[in-house]
């Protein structure tokens, strides 16, 4: 695997281009990181949720459960809670739900049938999420979705958004000030794909100006990555005061692999220095749930331009989330 990385600083913007060659196994390089990842990965037949060192170290499964597919995991703001979701059943009679549990595996808790792509509010009150598509013919599609709804973790009530046309929406990323959820767009609304913006309190949506999937905010709230394509994470400046969010002329290539390898699901780590993603063989399915053979999570030092695999048994590893 040959990945292109490009290193960039927030106030320059400024671009280096290096040749990388993974590692073998786990290096050691992040052993004093406290924080964690979480990942889905395939074990007993099903999928499976791993809490893991960032240094490769310390795997421990949260879940095992054989008939069962634990998936998709989300840990609120604080560290204490993973929202995921759980199939069930095989073929058209598949079921994905909605559930939330502690995060040492203990106290499940169905908060939503037939309901994918959850994301959490920046204090940690509500979970948005969305509903499958059709309650009866299951999809695998992430953007096999109608709707977009909210989990308030104090009350238990779930409500609709105000507005009732939102529909295949997938990839929910709630902004740092509460005031947007963040999707993906595929077919529907009148857009062919597309990021938007939807008010949380409100009915209006606008795009971004980003072209890919799965939008990730930075710590510090001033940029954005995303999925440019299978092969390539593009960053930029966003302002969601501003149209479009994204400028054209700040978009950079942050991070490229060759053909014949994807890459997927970029995340921040909570103090902006490394990005945590996953990648396997191209014929791989990245998406929730999909097979994807000789998967690993790898992390990349945004500043040292230096990132190394945290699993090395390609075990269909996807989904990376840190823990704080």
Known sequence: MKIIYALFTV???????????????????????????????????SFDLCIINADGTGKKKVTDTPHIHEMHPKVSPD?????????????????????????????????????REQCWSPDGRYIAFVKSESSKRFSISSWATKGLYFYDMLTGEITEHQNK????????????????????VLGGMGFRHTNI??????????????????????????????????????????DLNKRPPVK???????????????IYYLNWSPDGKYVVFSSGPAEGEQHVGGTAKGWDIFIVDVETKKWHNVTTDGNQNKEPEWIK
């Open 11 to 45: 106030t320059i913007l400024t671009a280096s281009t290096i040749h990388c060659k993974p590692a073998e196994k786990p290096i050691n390089e992040l052993s004093s990181l406290k924080y964690r990842i979480i990942y889905e990965t395939f074990d007993n037949n």
């Open 248 to 262: 054209d002329n700040d978009k950079i290539n942050f991070l490229q692999v060759e053909k014949g390898t994807k």
């Open 165 to 184: 046309s939102l529909e295949h929406l997938y990839a929910l990323e709630w902004s740092p000030d509460g005031k947007y959820i963040l999707a993906t």
């Open 79 to 115: 560290g204490k809670i993973i929202s995921y979701v759980e199939d069930t059943g095989e073929g058209r009679d598949r079921k994905r739900d909605l559930y939330i549990m502690n995060i040492d595996g203990s106290g499940r808790k169905l908060i939503s049938k037939d309901s």
């Open 197 to 238: 913006a939807v008010e949380f309190r409100g009915t209006k949506f606008f795009q971004l100006n980003i072209t890919g999937c799965r939008p990730r905010f930075s710590p510090d709230r001033t940029m954005v990555g995303w999925g440019r394509s299978d092969h390539q994470f593009n960053i930029a400046k966003i």
